[in-house]
């Protein structure tokens, strides 16, 4: 086969061990329905095969579907494996048709699409039970806001699940050598925060305007959404620091900001 494509985020998992450990994160059942985004070779797809799953595998990569498709020919024929030739981004309805009831999303995806991945399963009304990914070290960190700095994106994880650390993964794990570390990221508990999309917007709002001037204080960027001296009133409410910063509020506070 050619050469690893970088533009398609094309670093492959050459170690069992942490393939296993994400096999083991998904705390598989048998007849369980997994998503796979980007199965590349298909080592993790079989692992995730092996442990029993259901998988949907999707790869934009025109060259390795044939090499899919012949690795992996009983397991289709078997209708453990589905095979969707395209972009995750743009396959949605294709992937949702093959959908039925609950599902788990466990991929090693391309890193140049980490958010968009992590906000489109998020978004979606259908959401998957767990999502288990592998991402660049530094992206787990700031969403699980170890240093307890919270970011727009940690906040826009946390509103729908609860982030947690599997492990770390350092680059000598993949092949081509990636010049990143990784770490395998786990959000469990997701569920539907909002009642309905103008409560969505408008958290989403707010905690952009809260963090869109890093220099300035948290209560000087709300006014940008809301009058001062509802800016005043909240704070005042909420126990807040006239001089907070937006890392240091925390989501259940950001949550009433936003009523
Ligand atoms: N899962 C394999 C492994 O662990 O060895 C490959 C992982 S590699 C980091 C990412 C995979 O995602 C590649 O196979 C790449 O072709 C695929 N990919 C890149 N962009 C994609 C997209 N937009 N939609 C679906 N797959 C994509």
């Given at each position: 086969?050619?050469?690893?494509?970088?533009?398609?985020?094309?670093n492959f998992l050459i170690s069992e061990r942490v393939v296993g450990g994400i096999v083991m994160a998904g705390e598989i059942t048998p007849?369980e329905?997994v998503?796979e985004?980007?199965p590349g070779k298909g080592v993790l797809t079989a692992a995730l095969l092996r442990a029993g799953a259901?998988v949907?595998?999707?790869?934009?990569?025109?060259?390795?579907?044939?090499?899919?498709?012949?690795?992996?020919?009983?397991?289709?024929?078997?209708?453990?494996?589905?095979?969707?030739?395209?972009?995750?981004?743009?396959?949605?309805?294709?992937?949702?048709?093959?959908?039925?009831?609950?599902?788990k999303v466990i991929a090693n995806i391309?890193?140049?699409?980490?958010?968009?991945?992590?906000?489109?399963?998020?978004?979606?009304?259908?959401?998957?039970?767990s999502m288990i990914l592998m991402?660049?070290?530094?992206?787990?960190?700031?969403?699980?806001?170890?240093?307890?700095?919270?970011?727009?994106?940690?906040?826009?994880?946390?509103?729908?699940?609860?982030?947690s650390l599997v492990m770390n993964v350092s680059?000598g794990n993949f092949f081509?050598?990636?010049?990143?570390?990784s770490a395998v990221l786990k959000?469990?508990?997701?569920?539907?925060?909002?009642?309905?999309?103008?409560?969505?917007?408008?958290?989403?709002?707010?905690?952009?305007?809260?963090?869109?001037?890093?220099?300035?204080?948290?209560?000087?960027?709300?006014?940008?959404?809301?009058?001062?001296?509802?800016?005043?009133?909240?704070?005042?409410?909420?126990?807040?620091?006239?001089?907070?910063?937006?890392?240091?509020?925390?989501?259940?506070?950001?949550?009433?900001?936003?009523?």
């Amino acid at each position: 086969m050619a050469f690893a494509k970088k533009s398609l985020g094309q670093n492959f998992l050459i170690s069992e061990r942490v393939v296993g450990g994400i096999v083991m994160a998904g705390e598989i059942t048998p007849g369980e329905q997994v998503i796979e985004i980007g199965p590349g070779k298909g080592v993790l797809t079989a692992a995730l095969l092996r442990a029993g799953a259901h998988v949907i595998a999707v790869e934009k990569d025109d060259r390795l579907i044939p090499l899919l498709a012949t690795r992996f020919k009983p397991e289709i024929s078997r209708g453990d494996l589905v095979l969707i030739h395209g972009d995750v981004l743009e396959s949605m309805d294709a992937v949702s048709i093959r959908i039925k009831g609950h599902y788990k999303v466990i991929a090693n995806i391309p890193y140049y699409i980490t958010g968009q991945i992590i906000r489109q399963f998020l978004s979606i009304d259908d959401k998957p039970d767990s999502m288990i990914l592998m991402v660049q070290k530094e992206v787990a960190d700031r969403i699980i806001a170890r240093d307890g700095k919270e970011s727009i994106l940690s906040l826009s994880v946390k509103v729908y699940a609860t982030p947690s650390l599997v492990m770390n993964v350092s680059r000598g794990n993949f092949f081509p050598i990636p010049n990143v570390d990784s770490a395998v990221l786990k959000l469990s508990d997701i569920k539907m925060p909002f009642a309905n999309t103008t409560d969505e917007s408008r958290f989403f709002e707010t905690v952009k305007a809260g963090f869109a001037q890093k220099r300035k204080k948290l209560a000087g960027n709300l006014t940008s959404v809301m009058p001062k001296d509802q800016v005043a009133q909240k704070f005042k409410a909420l126990g807040l620091d006239d001089n907070a910063r937006a890392e240091d509020v925390s989501l259940d506070i950001w949550i009433k900001l936003a009523q």
